[in-house]
Antibody
Framework: QVQLVQSGAEVKRPGASVKVSCKTS????????FHWVRQAPGQGLEWVGL????????SYAQRFHGRVTLTRDTSTTTVDMELSGLTSDDTALYYC????????????WGQGTLVTVSS | QSAPTQPASVSGSPGQSITISCTGT?????????VSWYQQHPGKAPKVIIY???YRPSGVSDRFSGSKSGNTASLTISGLQADDEADYYC??????????FGSGTRVTVL
């Protein structure tokens, strides 16, 4: 069955970096785009970026430019998100989300990974 | 890229219909038929209920319907039920190859 299994919760100091992994299975990895969406405690959804695993092309929300990097490993069908220069504002639940390529349809969500930034 | 604007809250009685608006710009909602709507219950991951402005994924109740006029998309929930009480978010693709989520709407069933 379709699975997006994300890595576990992280606690980081301000200024540090965090890498969150999303291991996929149960479908053709190359037929989808993968998005990252975050949700701060008690707040709304915020789009972070996306990666096309076929060619590695990425797109990032302007506010994260220079701080976020999305990568993929086609051999392990895993997508990763690395966020640097962490501040307390980055404390949030980070979701990996699957989109059938070009459909604008964020149809399958991972379980989420809580990243806490605290001194 | 600013977030499309949604009303903070909408309420209705069981059986009634409610409509949630999502107002963007001609750089996002107005330029593409890419609007999707997501329902999120407390402590759960969001679930897509409308995509491509009008389309419902398999398994989603036909009480949910979507539309768009100009820069504003709308989600209508008819025959409101207790389980419809949740947060709702719109999203749209944009002219700079990004996505943007709306500000979110809390639906309360009275």
């Amino acid at each position: 069955q379709v699975q997006l299994v994300q890595s576990g919760a992280e606690v980081k100091r301000p200024g540090a970096s965090v890498k969150v992994s999303c291991k996929t299975s149960g479908f053709n990895f190359n037929n989808y785009h993968f998005h990252w969406v975050r949700q701060a405690p008690g707040q709304g959804l915020e789009w972070v970026g996306l990666i096309n695993p076929t060619n590695g092309e990425t797109s990032y929300a302007q506010r994260f430019h220079g701080r976020v990097t999305l990568t993929r490993d086609t051999s392990t069908t895993t997508v990763d998100m690395e966020l640097s220069g962490l501040t307390s504002d980055d404390t949030a639940l980070y979701y990996c989300v699957r989109e059938p390529s070009g459909t604008f349809y964020l149809g399958f969500w991972g379980q989420g990974t809580l990243v806490t930034v605290s001194s | 890229q600013s977030a499309p604007t949604q009303p903070a809250s909408v309420s209705g009685s069981p059986g009634q219909s409610i409509t949630i608006s999502c107002t963007g710009t001609n750089s996002d909602i107005g330029n593409y038929n890419s609007v999707s709507w997501y329902q999120q219950h407390p402590g759960k991951a969001p679930k897509v209920i409308i995509y491509g402005v009008y389309y419902r994924p398999s398994g989603v109740s036909d009480r949910f319907s979507g539309s768009k006029s100009g820069n504003t998309a709308s989600l209508t929930i008819s025959g409101l039920q207790a389980d419809d009480e949740a947060d709702y978010y719109c999203t749209s693709y944009t002219v700079v190859n990004t996505y943007v989520f709306g500000s979110g709407t809390r639906v309360t069933v009275l």
